[in-house]
Every structure is written in C-alpha cells, then in structure tokens.
C-alpha cells in the first residue's frame, strides 16, 4: 500500500523559511516523479512543485507563484522527498500535500501539513 | 498557463440521479492529459479519471470521464450518498499543471 507521510509543517512568520518532508513507502521510490500541491484555507487546488525521477534526469518544474522562493529535492536512498519554502508570505498559507505522480497526474496522495504564514 | 474552467460552481442533486461536470481549458489540452479528483471533507482528494476517460484503480464503474480538445465532462451515473463531494479537474499536458476552480456536488 503507498504511504505518503509529510511533516514540517507549522507556524512562520513572513519572510522565513520553512522545509517540508514527505516519507514515502509502498511503492519503489526512486522510479517516480513527486509533486507538491497546496489548498489555501477554503480554497481550491494550486499545483506548486514537481521533480521527475533520477531515470528522467530529476529535473524540476515550479508554479510561477514559487518559483525562485521554493525548491523541491529527493533523496531516493532514503525514499523521501523535500519542499524548501524561502522568503515565506502570507498567501504560502495553505495545506501542502505530497503526491507521488505519473505521467502528470498525481495518483496518490499524503494527508497534508498545515503551513501557517503569520506575524 | 492553460485555465480550466469548471461548470457548474455547485450541483445540487439527489441520489440516484446522473451528475454531469464540466471542464473547459482556455486551450487546447496536448494529448487529452485531464485528470478528475474527487474530495471530500478533511479529507486529501483522490484520483479518479486519468487521461480524460481511464479509471483509476478502485474507481467505481458508475464514475467516467469523456472529452477532448479543450471540452471535457464527468459523469456519475447514479450517485450515492458517498459521492457528495468537491470534484477537480486537472490538466498535466504541459509543464504547468493546473486545477479547474471545483464542483461542489451536494445533496438536494
């Protein structure tokens, strides 16, 4: 069974920095892409980062509102994965959940940590 | 970036009746590359449809997926009292992923 296990979440005032980490099992981690994606409080779904297994070069893809503040990374011998949130603003507010992805889509899912951005 | 457009914003319904969703793209999505997501309440969502009409594993049959281009539909055959939920549409053609704003499927 896949496990998507996040942690990291908590309370940051702005312009702070805040690292996520997913805990995957179930499944051979290394031949997957991984993705981030975040639901601000009652809101709908904002795909936020994305990194392609080490077979397709572990590149990485971010949604215009991170780019350059975030950075998503993998360490396959330890089946984890990271969200390195930089120069935080309120609006980062939001749910974060790991996704492990195929082709694209994200075929399942963690249960989320809470990100709060507040002074 | 390619805008989904979810219609309508809210359904309200009774079980077993059929619900139809919308999903419209601003252009044209490569490939037919749409996903469905079904959530519910405190809940993460889940993955139903994948390239517009392929059931995720563990979809019920009474979920399918149709569309092409930029014009896609959900339908639940017959709903059940567990398919009251918030559904997403997601397209993956390009490198920016994006989500429709939601359907909210509700019991009337």
């Known amino acids: 069974e896949v496990q998507l296990v996040e942690s990291g979440g908590g309370l940051v005032q702005p312009g702070r920095s805040l690292r996520l980490s997913c805990t995957a099992s179930?499944?051979?981690?290394?031949?997957?892409?991984m993705s981030w994606v975040r639901q601000g409080p009652g809101k709908g779904l904002e795909w936020v980062a994305f990194i392609r297994s080490k077979a397709y070069g572990g590149t990485t893809e971010y949604a215009a509102s991170v780019k350059g503040r975030f950075t998503i990374s993998r360490d396959d011998s330890k089946s984890i994965d990271y969200l390195q949130m930089n120069s935080l603003k309120t609006e980062d507010t939001a749910i974060y959940y790991c996704?492990?992805?195929?082709?694209?889509?994200?075929?399942?899912w963690g249960q989320g940590t809470l990100v709060t951005v507040s002074s | 970036e390619i805008v989904l457009t979810q219609s309508p914003g809210t359904l309200s319904l009774s079980p077993g009746e059929r619900a139809t969703l919308s999903c419209r793209a601003s252009q044209s999505v490569s490939s037919n590359y749409l996903a469905w997501y079904q959530q519910k309440p405190g809940q993460a969502p889940r993955l139903l449809i994948y390239?517009?009409?392929s059931r995720a594993t563990g979809t019920p049959d009474r979920f399918s997926g149709s569309g092409s281009g930029t014009d896609f539909t959900f339908t639940i055959s017959r709903l059940e009292p567990e398919d009251f939920a918030v559904y997403y549409c997601q397209q993956y053609g390009n490198s920016l992923w994006t989500f429709g704003q939601g359907t909210k499927v509700e019991i009337k």
């Open positions: 390239a517009a009409s």
């Open positions: 179930g499944f051979t981690f290394g031949d997957y892409a």
């Open positions: 996704t492990k992805s195929y082709g694209g889509y994200f075929e399942s």
